[in-house]
């Protein structure tokens, strides 16, 4: 089955610096990477998403890039703001299954 | 609000009770997920249910018992569960074989005592 890693698990930024999470993922079948923001005591929600035929998405400060030959995706958070501290998921769906990285709890230090 | 409700929010269980998760989806979906979120895994998937049928059990004791009457209804009977059981437990549905967003309930907080 599906195999999803994410690194790192914590990270910590500077207010207006920007911060980078990794995935990778071991089905080559996948072809759906969603991103999920949750923020304390909250449902995890999409913030962004890739297709499979799409290299790159941006979403104003939010980008993601995906790189299916590697099998690896990224997601990018420019210009932070303290609304951005949460835990973010990554994920891969192939075979209509959605299977979730560990997390990354990010903060941001004002 | 996502579309997806989940009851009870909150539940305290005894070893010996039995008790049942409901969720309910009102989006059209036709796959439905149970996951449990703890400290150790925080997102795992336990069940998928596609178009009413089950299409994964990623080795979940058989203490969790899912079940799902129909496309908009998913729901988890529990019994003799045990402490490390306590986890909040997520529900979530997408439109099956299609690459869009999984939605998820507000999830309900489980201990077990």
């Known amino acids: 089955g599906e195999n999803v890693e994410q690194h790192p698990s914590t990270l910590s930024v500077q207010e207006g610096d920007s911060a980078v999470i990794k995935c990778t993922y071991s089905?080559?079948?996948?072809?759906?990477f969603p991103w999920y923001k949750q923020e304390l005591g909250k449902r995890p929600q999409l913030i962004i998403d890739?297709?499979?035929?799409?290299g790159e998405k941006k979403d104003q400060r939010i980008a993601v890039t995906l790189n299916k030959t590697a099998k690896h995706f990224s997601l990018h958070i420019t210009e932070t703001q303290p609304e951005d501290s949460a835990v973010y998921f990554c994920?891969?769906?192939?075979?209509?299954?959605?299977?979730f990285g560990t997390g990354t709890r990010l903060t941001i230090i004002p | 609000e996502t579309g997806v409700t989940q009851t009870p929010r909150h539940l305290v269980m005894g070893m010996t009770n039995k008790k049942s998760l409901k969720c309910e989806q009102h989006?059209?979906?036709?796959?439905m997920y149970w996951y449990k979120q703890s400290a150790k895994k925080p997102l795992e998937l336990m069940f998928v249910?596609?178009?009413?049928?089950?299409?994964e059990n990623n080795s979940v004791p058989s203490r969790f018992s899912p079940e799902c009457p129909n496309s908009s209804h998913l729901f988890l009977h529990l019994h003799t569960l045990q402490p490390e059981d306590s986890a909040l437990y997520l529900c979530?549905?997408?439109?099956?074989?299609?690459?869009?967003?999984?939605?998820f309930g507000q999830g309900t907080r489980l201990t077990v005592v």
């Open positions: 979530a549905s997408s439109q099956a074989s299609l690459n869009t967003e999984a939605f």
């Open positions: 089905d080559s079948a996948s072809n759906y």
């Open positions: 890739i297709r499979s035929n799409v």
């Open positions: 994920a891969a769906k192939g075979n209509e299954k959605l299977t």
């Open positions: 989006l059209g979906h036709n796959a």
């Open positions: 249910y596609n178009f009413k049928e089950q299409t």
